[in-house]
Structures are given as C-alpha cells and as structure tokens.
C-alpha cells in the first residue's frame, strides 16, 4: 500500500532511559518525549489505541516479569487495540538465562528466574494477556518502525477510524 498518511510524530515515555529515538523521514516526523502512562512508544493522536513495550535485554525482562507492576502494565494494555512487547533478544537469550547474561557469576546463584520459567512465564503472560511478546533481536527498532507504519496505513484504510 502506498504511503497517504501525514508522517506520524513518535512519542517516547520520559522515563524510557535509553530506548529509540526515530529519525523524521517521509514517515516520521521524529521523536518527542512525553508522559507515557501505559508502554514506551505510542503515537501522537494515537495515545489510546497503540502502545509499544521495549524491554532491552533478557535480565530486564526477568527483573520485570514476576513483578506486580508489570502484571499491572500489561493489564492496562488491554485497552490498546495495537500492542505489543518488543524484546532486543533473542530466544537463545531467554532459554539459556542467566548464562550469558551480564549478570556477575557470584549473583547468578542466587536468582530465582532461569530461562525454562523466563520462557513458561512469556507463554503463559502472552496468552493470558494476548500481548504478542516478540523476540526481535537487534532489530527491535526495525520492527517497531514497521508497527507504527502498519498501524497509519490501517488508520488510512479504515477511514482513520483509530481501529
């Protein structure tokens, strides 16, 4: 489909401390920091209907993923019709946690997340939440660039009906 939507300004949450910046292009009218209550990445205009969850690496993600507040993040996403977690790992990152990780090897021993629960928790927070956590990689930007395009050109095809 053809680009016919006005290039779409990304807002990035304050608090998202290293994070994306995306450049303006034909697309992007570029990046400014706002509030973001629920995710890191939404869309101006669009702060109810998208919303973009970077988690940066494996540890962060098993830092955050028995913790309330993440339950608490993911169940405001159910308001989103678009959204999503975009992971900067890989599944070989996850199943093999915390080998790998940089992680010192005299705290390995004591945590409680390894990769086999990191995993069963990803499936069974995806399905509960039908939250698509997506193993990107070093493409995570990439793929979130690639939402937020298909996400204008549903707004286009739909009348921007915000769908």
């Given at each position: 489909m053809d680009k016919q939507y006005e290039p779409y300004l990304v807002?990035?949450?304050?608090?998202?401390?290293?994070?994306?910046?995306?450049a303006q292009s034909g697309y992007c009218a570029g990046t400014e920091l706002q509030t973001i209550k629920t995710g890191d990445y939404t869309l101006y205009g669009y702060e109810n209907h998208l919303c973009i969850e970077r988690k940066g690496n494996v540890s962060e993600l098993a830092a955050n993923i028995t913790q309330d507040r993440f339950i608490r993040e993911l169940e405001r996403m159910q308001d989103f019709p678009w959204r999503y977690i975009l992971l900067e790992f890989t599944m070989e990152d996850v199943v093999k946690f915390p080998r790998g990780a940089k992680i010192p090897a005299y705290k390995r021993k004591h945590l409680k997340?390894?990769?086999p629960f990191l995993l069963k928790r990803?499936?069974?927070?995806q399905r509960k939440y039908q939250v698509p956590f997506m193993l990107c990689g070093k493409h995570a930007q990439e793929v979130c660039s690639s939402i937020f395009k298909r996400f204008m050109e549903a707004q286009q095809k739909y009348g921007n009906k915000k769908q």
């Open positions: 807002y990035k949450d304050t608090r998202e401390k290293e994070g994306w910046d995306f997340v390894r990769g990803i499936l069974d927070l």
